[in-house]
C-alpha cells in the first residue's frame, strides 16, 4: 500500500480536461443508440428471416468487430484518435442505416457483408477512444479515467434498451436509423471538440504511476530508446513480434480472454439458468437493474479508494470476488436471493479489477500504445463471440456445476492477471555485500 494519499472522485473530475469532457459525451451518445449487437438477431427474424440466417449477420458483426478494433489500432496510431474516431463513425453511420433496407428476402449476402462492416467501422473508433483519453488525462488519474469511460458505456447500454423498447412500438426500423444518427453526431463532435493532436498530460502530482518504469516498458515493448530518453517508433511488424514474445503481455491477455468469457455468462447462460428455475422473465430483467444501478453508481468511488493499493492486488481480488459470485449462481435454483447476491458479487469484482485491467494497456510508450490497446480489444471481442458457443453448451451438460466451473475459470483469469501486470519488485541499493537486501544475489564484476 502507498503512502499517498488515495485518489478523490471529486478531485479527479475536477482534473479532467475539457477535450476529455467531450470525448465521454461521445462515447455516451454513441452507446445510447447502439442496437445493432443487442437487437439484429430479433429484428431479422422479426422481418421473416430464419433464426440461422439471423445468427449469421451476429456472426459477421462479431467478426468485424475483432479486425476493426485492430484495424482502428493501425489507423490510431498512424492518423491519430481524432481522425480515427471521426472517419469510424461517419463510415458506421450509413451502414448501420442500411440494415433495415437490406433485411427483406434474397438480400442475405449484401446483409452478411455490410453488417461486418458496420461491426468493423463501429468498433474501430474504440482504441482511439482509449488512446486520446489515456494522452489527455493527468497520469494521476488514469485508472479513474478509464473508469468514467466504463460508466459512459455503461449508462448508455443501461438505458439503451429503453430507448429501444419505446422506439419498437412506433417503427422497428427506426432503430438503426436512430443508431446511424447517433454515430454521425460522434463523429461531428469528435471532428469539432476533439484535439487533432494530444496535449501533454498535467505532470503528476501524485502516487506513482502503475505502469513500469519507461525504460522497462521501451524494452518490453521492442522499442529503441535514444540518449535523451525519448522511445523510438517501432514498425507494425516488429511491435507484434515483440508482444508474441512478451510472456506477462500475453499472460494479460489470456485474462481477457478467460475473464471476458465468463462473464458474458451473466448475459447467456444466466437467462437460460432462471427460465430453467421457473422464474418469471421480469426477474432477469430485476437482476439486470440491480447490477446497473450498483455498478454505475458505485464504481468512481470504489476505483478511487482502491488506488491505495498496488494495480496486482486489485486485479487478483476483484477477479476472485467475481469468481464468488459466479459459484453463487449455481444456487439460484434455491432463492431468488442467491440470483441476486451472486449478481451483486460479480458487479462488485469488476469494478475492483475492470478499471485497472482496461487501463493496463494504456501505460506502455506511445510508439506502439494503440497497438497493444487494439489487441488487447480484439480479444475481448473474440471472447465475446466465443462466449455463446462455450456458454450454452457447456451449460447443457452441467447444470448448476456449470457455474462452478465459470468461478474456477475467473479465478485462473486473476491468477494471469496477478502475473500479467505485476511489476517486478526492484531490490534495495546495497553498500556493500553485509548490507544485502535478503535474497539479493550478491553483485559480482559491477552487476547484478
Not at 167 to 185: C, E, K, P, R, S
Not at 250 to 264: E, F, M, P, Q, R
Not at 364 to 377: D, H
Not at 405 to 433: M, Q, W
Request: net charge neutral; proline share 6%; with cysteine.
Amino acid at each position: 500500500m502507498t503512502e499517498e494519499a488515495p485518489v478523490r472522485v471529486f478531485d479527479a473530475l475536477k482534473a479532467t480536461p475539457t477535450p476529455v469532457r467531450y470525448l465521454l459525451g461521445g462515447v455516451l451518445v454513441n452507446q445510447l443508440g447502439a442496437f445493432v449487437q443487442t437487437f439484429l438477431v430479433l429484428y431479422l427474424t422479426y422481418r421473416g428471416a430464419s433464426v440461422s440466417a439471423a445468427g449469421l449477420a451476429l456472426v459477421a458483426y462479431s467478426i468485424g468487430s475483432i479486425f476493426g478494433t485492430m484495424l482502428g489500432a493501425e489507423i490510431t496510431h498512424r492518423f491519430g484518435p481524432r481522425t480515427t474516431i471521426t472517419a469510424s463513425m461517419a463510415a458506421s453511420a450509413p451502414l448501420v442505416a442500411s440494415i433495415s433496407w437490406l433485411s427483406g428476402p434474397g438480400m442475405l449476402w449484401p446483409l452478411l457483408v455490410v453488417v461486418g462492416l458496420a461491426g468493423l467501422f463501429t468498433q474501430g473508433y474504440r482504441p482511439a477512444a482509449a488512446v486520446l483519453l489515456s494522452d489527455l488525462m493527468p497520469e494521476r488519474y488514469q485508472v479513474m479515467a478509464f473508469s468514467m469511460m466504463r460508466i459512459a458505456l455503461n449508462i448508455g447500454a443501461a438505458l439503451a434498451p429503453l430507448v429501444a423498447a419505446v422506439v419498437i412500438l412506433v417503427n422497428w426500423d427506426l432503430l438503426f436509423w436512430i443508431d446511424g444518427a447517433t454515430a454521425l453526431v460522434y463523429a461531428l463532435l469528435a471532428f469539432a471538440l476533439l484535439p487533432g493532436k494530444a496535449a501533454e498530460p498535467a505532470e503528476d502530482q501524485g502516487p506513482e504511476r502503475d505502469a513500469e518504469p519507461p525504460a522497462a516498458d521501451a524494452h518490453r515493448a521492442g522499442t529503441a530508446s535514444a540518449a535523451d530518453g525519448t522511445v523510438q517508433a517501432a514498425d507494425g511488424r516488429s511491435a507484434y513480434a515483440t508482444m508474441l514474445r512478451d510472456r506477462k503481455y500475453l499472460l494479460y491477455l489470456g485474462a481477457i480472454l478467460l475473464g471476458s468469457l465468463t462473464y458474458a455468462q451473466g448475459h447467456i447462460a444466466l437467462p437460460l439458468e432462471l427460465a430453467a428455475d421457473h422464474y418469471p422473465t421480469s426477474f432477469y430483467s430485476t437482476v439486470l437493474t440491480v447490477s446497473s444501478v450498483v455498478l454505475i453508481t458505485c464504481e468512481l468511488k470504489i476505483t478511487a479508494y482502491l488506488s491505495r493499493l498496488p494495480k496486482h492486488v486489485r486485479v487478483i481480488t476483484g477477479h476472485l470476488v467475481e469468481a464468488a459470485g459466479l459459484a453463487v449462481y449455481a444456487l439460484s435454483s434455491r432463492s431468488g436471493a442467491f440470483t441476486i447476491t451472486g449478481a451483486v458479487l460479480v458487479v462488485c469484482g469488476i469494478m475492483i479489477a475492470a478499471p485497472s485491467m482496461f487501463a493496463h494497456p494504456a501505460t506502455f510508450p506511445a510508439a506502439v500504445k494503440a497497438r497493444y490497446i487494439g489487441t488487447m480489444q480484439a480479444v475481448g471481442g473474440a471472447a465475446s463471440a466465443l462466449a455463446p458457443l462455450f456458454g450454452v453448451y457447456l451449460w447443457t451438460r452441467l447444470g448448476g456445476g456449470f457455474w462452478l466451473l465459470c468461478g474456477v475459470v475467473t479465478a485462473v483469469a486473476g491468477l494471469f492477471a496477478l502475473a500479467g501486470v505485476r511489476r517486478p519488485t526492484e531490490p534495495a541499493p546495497a553498500k556493500n555485500a553485509e548490507h544485502r537486501t535478503e535474497g539479493e544475489p550478491e553483485a559480482v564484476g559491477g552487476t547484478s
